[in-house]
Nanobody
Framework: QVQLVESGGGLVQAGGSLRLSCAAS????????MAWYRQAPGIQREWVAT???????NYAESVKGRFTISRDVAKNTVYLQMNSLKPEDTAVYYC???????????????WGQGTQVTVSS
């Protein structure tokens, strides 16, 4: 079994910062890419940022220059540093990891349970 657990969400004022963490655990052989998504009420889940196994990063235009994705390979953990937060960043943030588990021959996508981020104006 593989689990992803997010933490670090909360309530912050506009212009503030938060750092999200997502730790993968369980029968992990290898992790390929890791990513963050978010979903606001009534809106489809949207991609926020991705980091590959080699450390290459990519961002949605709406967060570019404000958010930074990083990972600690040894800890199987991905982070999302969010600066200059805006009310429109309010959403449940989910992490996704592409993982090959013990006994598996393919990489599969696993999701965390989500963490709420609320930005007040």
């Amino acid at each position: 079994q593989v689990q992803l657990v997010e933490s670090g969400g909360g309530l912050v004022q506009a212009g503030g910062s938060l750092r999200l963490s997502c730790a993968a655990s369980g029968s992990i052989v290898s992790i390929n890419s890791m990513a963050w998504y978010r979903q606001a009420p009534g809106i489809q889940r949207e991609w926020v940022a991705t980091i590959t196994s080699s450390g290459a990063t990519n961002y949605a235009e709406s967060v570019k220059g404000r958010f930074t994705i990083s990972r600690d390979v040894a800890k199987n953990t991905v982070y999302l540093q969010m600066n200059s937060l805006k009310p429109e960043d309010t959403a449940v943030y989910y992490c996704k990891a592409n993982i090959r588990s013990r006994g598996g021959s393919r990489f599969l996508d696993y999701w965390g349970q989500g963490t709420q981020v609320t930005v007040s104006s």
